[in-house]
């Protein structure tokens, strides 16, 4: 079954509450939706997170494919090769995402999309991101 992502991360500040968030919509009409929160990270470790997250529970329902959408430039230029990880955190999430992405016989695609184009799942991100903010005040109390 191939199935279209779209997946969002948010840091509100950038290295502060951060969230994820995706939306997976299936050509036999399955349909997922998620906004985490992940605590304190950056925009770019929330990025990864949100694809990664995305890519395992779509194969867990059973995708095949995946054609994602992200408005990450940074993520999706290391996914597709046009540029490289550096920073051993980032290439850890990586190969996070490759290991996910391996369990797709029929593949995967990355394309990069503007924000706009990427509203829901920018939406379940900041969904997140403020979930985090509000865990983190609780835990301070």
């Keep these: 079954m ?3 992502i779209w997946s969002d991360g948010a840091a509100m500040p950038n290295g502060g509450p951060a969230g994820a968030g995706y939306v ?13 929160p992940l605590g304190d990270r950056t925009n770019n470790v929330a990025e990864y997170m949100a694809v990664r ?3 395992r529970a ?7 494919s995946a054609y994602v959408r992200m ?15 550096r920073a051993e955190h980032l290439i850890q999430l990586k190969e996070e ?3 996910q992405k391996a369990r797709y016989p029929g593949g995967v695609r990355f394309t990069r999309i ?5 509203g829901v799942a920018d939406e379940l991100a900041k969904n997140g991101a403020r ?3 509000a865990l983190s005040a609780d835990r301070r109390r």
């Design 53 to 55: 997250n995305a890519l």
């Design 58 to 64: 779509a194969a867990d329902a059973g995708a095949t």
């Design 24 to 36: 997976v919509v299936g050509m036999g009409g399955v349909h997922l939706l998620s906004s985490e």
């Design 97 to 99: 995402v490759e290991a």
């Design 71 to 85: 408005d990450s430039a940074v993520v999706v230029g290391h996914l597709t090769g046009a540029s490289r990880a």
């Design 2 to 4: 191939r199935v279209y």
């Design 131 to 133: 979930a985090s903010k």
């Design 114 to 118: 503007s924000r706009a184009q990427n």
